[in-house]
């Protein structure tokens, strides 16, 4: 399986200039082969390169860099094509969508740009990197990560490594090939997973993973993030630009404590995971406006992306249910009423009178999905008819 690993690039002041400058100048090309494309009606990988490669060659890209900016530009074309075909960007007629239709792609200076091997080269024990820029080869470039992320990269790194920019520090993100652990073929159950926001996850076993303190967290940003906007001064403009992601990396790091807890559960008692599907949530809930905030902050894409990828690693089979009628169905007697879940954190039901919190109730009624769903996709083990 494929993941990403990244290292912080350190360089001098003058060789972070020249990376900056590169990165400058590769996006300014992809913009213009991007135009070129547009004008074109988007033409294959192979034809686009007949019309920009010789004058991406004269603006003083390498043969390689000129390459991946071709490449990619290609490739920012085919995922706006697939988010119409997902309805990702409205509906046809929209005006979002004839917004999208009715210009080029555009690339920021920053965005990112792919390296190969013949233009980045790694030296694990001394932990550099030597780096094609414009203004010529970067050599003996020094980069930080953990050791952990050193050991996958010297034992797994292959294909492409992105150069990007954050805040004004560089890094590359390089694709690793890490082999899967065998897929557990009998779990001996599932380990249903109720995602929510005031609890994060509450899982079946009993875990559960509050959501009290992220919510508090991205309250203080929010409310940061207000004052700042009205102060409206210089310094404060530069503090909103360096705290500009720091809620989204606390989240992150939550979702990866919460994920790699459940999947070692999983993985020590021999069993699945069964998760919600709860993809095109956002378009068909609707909030008041003073939940909206906490809806769309809501992060269980990436935290099902997360339990998904520690799963396939550990070998652990993920299934995903449907989440129709999961609150509202008691786990002791399936009976299904609107009125089962008394408030959030409530479940009464009105038939065998069984009492649990909702979340508990709703997490076994996923466990006993994911075994079914688990059940019918799989291969019949009766015998073939002589």
Not at 8 to 13: D, Q, R, S, T, Y
Not at 91 to 105: D, H, L, N, T, Y
Not at 223 to 236: C, E, M, V
Request: proline share 3%; charged share 30%.
């Amino acid at each position: 399986m494929k993941i990403v690993t990244q290292v912080k690039l350190m360089p001098e002041a003058d060789r972070a200039a020249a990376l900056r400058s590169t990165l400058h100048a590769v996006n300014q090309a992809s913009n213009w082969v991007s135009k070129v494309a547009f004008e074109r009606g988007v033409p294959r990988e192979y034809e686009l390169r007949k019309h920009t490669y010789a004058e991406l060659k004269a603006r003083g890209l390498g043969a390689q860099a000129a390459q991946h900016v071709i490449k990619k530009t290609r490739d920012a074309y085919t995922t706006l094509k697939a988010d119409f075909r997902a309805g990702n960007l409205g509906k046809p007629g929209s005006k979002r969508r004839i917004k999208a239709e009715s210009r080029p792609v555009t690339f920021r200076p920053e965005s990112a740009q792919p390296y190969d091997d013949r233009c980045l080269s790694w030296q694990y024990d001394a932990q550099t990197v030597s780096i094609w820029t414009t203004a010529g080869r970067l050599k003996n470039v020094r980069f930080a990560c953990s050791a952990d992320a050193l050991k996958t990269l010297r034992e797994y790194r292959k294909g492409e490594a992105d150069l990007i920019e954050r805040d004004g520090v560089f890094y590359l993100v390089a694709v690793c090939e890490v082999p899967e652990a065998p897929l557990n073929e009998d779990p001996a159950g599932f380990v249903g997973v109720d995602l929510g926001i005031v609890n994060i996850a509450t899982t079946s076993t009993g875990y559960r993973a509050a959501g009290r303190g992220l919510n508090r967290h991205r309250k203080r940003q929010l409310d940061l993030r207000r004052t700042l906007q009205a102060k409206g001064t210089k310094s404060a403009k530069r503090l909103l630009k360096k705290r500009s992601r720091k809620e989204a990396r606390h989240a992150a790091d939550i979702n990866h404590i919460v994920s790699k807890t459940i999947v070692a559960t999983a993985e020590r008692t021999g069993s699945g995971i069964a998760l919600e599907d709860l993809a095109g949530i956002r378009s068909r809930v609707r909030l008041r406006k003073d939940q909206r905030t906490s809806l769309h902050s809501w992060s269980f894409h990436q935290l099902g992306a997360f339990l998904e990828y520690k799963a396939r690693r550990a070998g652990v089979p993920l299934v995903y249910v449907d989440p129709a009628y999961t609150s509202r169905q008691c786990s002791e007697c399936d009976h299904i009423d609107r009125k089962n879940r008394v408030d959030q954190a409530t479940f009464a039901c009105r038939a065998c009178g069984f009492l649990a919190n909702a979340d508990d109730n709703a997490s076994h009624n996923i466990a006993r999905k994911g075994e079914t769903v688990w059940t019918a996709g799989r291969e019949s083990r009766v015998p073939a008819t002589p």
